[in-house]
């Protein structure tokens, strides 16, 4: 099945599937609406148990609002759900710990996943939230892929990774935000320094 | 565009590096300080094996797989670079599941190999951990990385300690320190002659060790353990002594079931004697060796064979 042909339905732009199947309907927080087969929302944990604590009959589900996934937009929420369909009634995968780790990214998922690095990693972060095992497996491997062949100073530039330095420099500006006395201090004690004086209290 | 690795949830980030083939894990670590912390906590334990060479006038360090069989014919050869006071040669294999890089040193060697082993060590502290001090290094150098090793709790695997020689008391350190089930020793150091070993409670159970200069070795200490090497100066054993021991390797009231001692005394006529009551089957013999296949309690099939002095007990063959 194609990515453009997976079940996923989004209610703005398409008709409500007729099949008799148990479905959710779910929001994003740009207020795009989607419905989603009960397997397939067995992929998510967060999903499933949310959809387990509700109890929600097929008329709740046509009668009370849409879930809303309110850190979720309705692009990624797309891909997620797409996903979710076309993996439904697939076993979660176990870490069994080996490393490398062994993942292999079907066709359909690297289909779904040719998309930006900002959408990328929208998506890492849908996963991880929703608690989707294996989408979050092959968007890691997807991104895991990126480090092949690079010398240290290329990984840098592909994960915009800061030096000791960058991040010392970091540090000393979250302590500051904490403590914006601390910062007074410190110019006081250069200025002194500065001035040639040799105590500060 | 690039992609903002440390933005996302610390679980993707940990499945990320986990999803890198070794070479890239490598280089990720020495990136910064909190990449090599990444690396740290995101490696599960046992699942990559890192090697540490001490050389004397460098340090060699292998990253791979647990599993991970190296094939020379993989690896593709890169030319050294020397910078500053050394030379550092990488290789990694194709696929880059294997990582080799070997520095040489022109001064301040010690200090050097030091950094190296504290850099690299840390990140890869989950691995299992394989160390070997090679003929030209220092023992107190050497003991100093085995402390280092020991509190910091790194989990050991291999040890082969062959500096030139060592103190009766570094022996006995490395003996006790390294005495787990798991553990393979390798000690290939001159001894002094009047070392006596105080073993632990209940005796010594390394997986494996392994004694070049075995002038001290009272085997009585050593049957907890699963497989022994003991060659030059080994103390003679007498005939009794060897078939007792391997009627309770039959009787599976020792966990030893591999070794090899070298025995000066022995005699090709006393392997009948040495191999007595252990099986109905007739004993093998060559021009300069006998063998006999038996059966531990439990199934376990061994053989013993004597040949040019070398009395030899194999489970594996």
């Given at each position: 099945?194609?990515?453009e042909n997976a079940p996923?339905?989004?209610?703005?732009?398409?008709?409500?599937p007729?099949e008799?199947k148990?479905?959710y309907?779910?929001e994003?927080n740009?207020?795009k609406e989607?419905r989603?087969?009960?397997l397939?929302?067995?992929?998510?944990?967060t999903l499933?148990?949310l959809?387990?604590?509700?109890?929600?009959?097929?008329e709740?589900?046509?009668n009370?609002?849409?879930?809303?996934?309110?850190?979720?937009?309705?692009?990624?929420?797309?891909?997620?759900?797409q996903?979710?369909?076309?993996h439904?009634?697939?076993?979660?995968?176990?870490?069994?710990g080996?490393?490398?780790?062994i993942?292999e990214i079907?066709?359909f998922?690297?289909?779904?996943?040719?998309?930006d690095n900002g959408?990328?990693?929208k998506?890492?972060w849908a996963?991880?939230?929703?608690?989707i095992?294996?989408?979050?497996?092959?968007s890691?491997?997807?991104v895991?892929?990126?480090?092949?062949?690079?010398?240290?100073?290329?990984?840098r530039?592909?994960?915009?990774?800061?030096?000791?330095?960058?991040d010392e420099a970091?540090k000393?500006a979250?302590?500051?935000a904490?403590?914006?006395r601390?910062?007074?201090?410190?110019e006081?004690?250069?200025?002194?320094?500065?001035q040639?004086?040799?105590s500060f209290? | 565009?690039?992609?903002?690795?440390r933005?996302?949830?610390?679980l993707?980030?940990k499945e990320?590096?986990?999803?890198?083939d070794t070479?890239?894990i490598f280089?990720?670590?020495?990136?910064s300080k909190?990449?090599?912390?990444?690396?740290m906590?995101s490696?599960p334990?046992y699942?990559l094996?890192?090697?540490?060479i001490?050389k004397?006038?460098?340090?060699l360090?292998?990253?791979m797989?647990?599993?991970?069989?190296?094939?020379?014919v993989?690896?593709?050869?890169?030319?050294?670079?020397?910078?500053?006071?050394?030379s550092?040669?990488?290789r990694?294999s194709?696929?880059g599941?294997?990582?080799?890089?070997?520095?040489?040193?022109?001064?301040e060697?010690?200090?050097?190999?030091?950094?190296?082993?504290y850099?690299?060590?840390?990140?890869f502290?989950?691995?299992k951990?394989n160390m070997?001090f090679?003929?030209?290094t220092?023992?107190?150098?050497?003991?100093?990385i085995m402390?280092f090793?020991?509190?910091?709790?790194?989990p050991?695997?291999n040890?082969?300690?062959?500096?030139k020689?060592a103190?009766p008391?570094?022996i006995?350190?490395l003996l006790?320190?390294?005495n787990?089930?798991h553990m393979?020793l390798h000690?290939?150091?001159?001894?002094?002659?009047?070392?006596?070993c105080?073993?632990?409670?209940?005796?010594y159970?390394?997986?494996?060790?392994?004694?070049?200069?075995?002038?001290?070795?009272?085997?009585?200490?050593?049957?907890?353990?699963?497989?022994v090497?003991?060659?030059?100066?080994f103390p003679?054993l007498?005939v009794?002594?060897?078939?007792?021991?391997?009627?309770?390797?039959?009787?599976v009231?020792?966990?030893l079931?591999?070794f090899?001692?070298?025995?000066?005394?022995?005699n090709?006529?006393?392997?009948?004697?040495?191999?007595?009551?252990?099986?109905e089957?007739?004993?093998?013999?060559g021009e300069d060796?006998?063998?006999l296949?038996?059966?531990?309690k439990?199934?376990?099939?061994?053989?013993?064979?004597?040949?040019?002095?070398y009395?030899d007990?194999?489970d594996?063959?």
């Amino acid at each position: 099945m194609s990515v453009e042909n997976a079940p996923v339905v989004d209610v703005d732009e398409a008709a409500i599937p007729v099949e008799k199947k148990m479905y959710y309907r779910f929001e994003s927080n740009d207020k795009k609406e989607f419905r989603v087969s009960e397997l397939a929302i067995q992929q998510s944990e967060t999903l499933n148990r949310l959809v387990e604590a509700m109890g929600y009959t097929s008329e709740d589900v046509e009668n009370k609002p849409a879930i809303a996934i309110e850190n979720i937009d309705g692009k990624t929420l797309k891909l997620v759900f797409q996903w979710c369909e076309h993996h439904k009634g697939e076993a979660i995968p176990v870490d069994d710990g080996s490393v490398p780790k062994i993942v292999e990214i079907p066709e359909f998922d690297a289909k779904l996943m040719d998309i930006d690095n900002g959408l990328l990693f929208k998506l890492i972060w849908a996963a991880d939230y929703l608690n989707i095992v294996q989408l979050l497996n092959v968007s890691c491997k997807k991104v895991a892929n990126m480090a092949q062949g690079k010398t240290p100073a290329q990984l840098r530039r592909v994960y915009l990774l800061p030096s000791d330095e960058e991040d010392e420099a970091a540090k000393r500006a979250a302590q500051e935000a904490q403590d914006p006395r601390a910062r007074e201090v410190e110019e006081e004690f250069e200025e002194r320094k500065r001035q040639g004086g040799n105590s500060f209290f | 565009m690039p992609f903002p690795l440390r933005r996302i949830p610390l679980l993707a980030i940990k499945e990320i590096i986990k999803s890198m083939d070794t070479r890239a894990i490598f280089f990720f670590s020495l990136v910064s300080k909190k990449s090599a912390n990444f690396v740290m906590i995101s490696i599960p334990k046992y699942s990559l094996s890192a090697e540490f060479i001490f050389k004397e006038n460098g340090f060699l360090f292998e990253l791979m797989p647990k599993d991970y069989i190296k094939h020379e014919v993989d690896i593709i050869p890169v030319f050294p670079t020397t910078v500053g006071n050394h030379s550092l040669f990488t290789r990694f294999s194709f696929g880059g599941l294997y990582v080799n890089c070997e520095w040489t040193y022109f001064s301040e060697v010690e200090e050097s190999i030091r950094n190296l082993f504290y850099n690299y060590s840390r990140p890869f502290k989950n691995s299992k951990i394989n160390m070997k001090f090679e003929a030209g290094t220092k023992e107190e150098f050497a003991m100093e990385i085995m402390r280092f090793a020991w509190d910091n709790g790194f989990p050991l695997d291999n040890i082969g300690f062959r500096v030139k020689n060592a103190s009766p008391e570094s022996i006995q350190e490395l003996l006790n320190r390294c005495n787990e089930q798991h553990m393979s020793l390798h000690i290939g150091t001159q001894i002094p002659m009047g070392f006596k070993c105080t073993p632990p409670p209940g005796g010594y159970k390394f997986k494996s060790l392994s004694v070049n200069y075995a002038h001290w070795v009272n085997l009585d200490d050593f049957l907890q353990c699963r497989k022994v090497i003991f060659t030059t100066g080994f103390p003679d054993l007498t005939v009794e002594y060897l078939n007792d021991l391997l009627k309770k390797i039959v009787d599976v009231e020792c966990r030893l079931q591999s070794f090899l001692f070298q025995l000066k005394s022995i005699n090709p006529t006393d392997f009948t004697e040495i191999v007595e009551g252990l099986s109905e089957s007739e004993i093998e013999q060559g021009e300069d060796w006998q063998e006999l296949e038996f059966e531990r309690k439990d199934g376990l099939k061994l053989l013993i064979s004597l040949s040019n002095g070398y009395l030899d007990l194999e489970d594996d063959y």
